[in-house]
């Protein structure tokens, strides 16, 4: 177990992830593979039902919504 952070640590550490720009390269490479797992899943030719299950599964992991879902014909 951590120890409890000192008054104002969260928020002392945030701002320096947003200072030092490493959030938005985290974010950027959340962003990057999770469009990648979901063009690789997609082309297993897996059903459109199956997909979309991933592509929830993929948004729950990562916090980011698919841009794209392939409908069923």
Known sequence: MHP????????RMRAALE???AR???EAKI???TTASL????ATGA???VQRDFAALV???SGRAPQHI???P
């Open 4 to 11: 409890p952070l000192a008054p104002g640590a969260k928020r």
């Open 47 to 49: 059903q459109p039902a």
């Open 31 to 33: 962003a990057s593979l």
């Open 19 to 21: 200072r030092t720009g």
């Open 39 to 42: 063009e690789y899943f997609e």
């Open 59 to 61: 948004e729950r992991a």
């Open 70 to 72: 392939r409908e069923a």
């Open 24 to 26: 938005a390269v985290v």
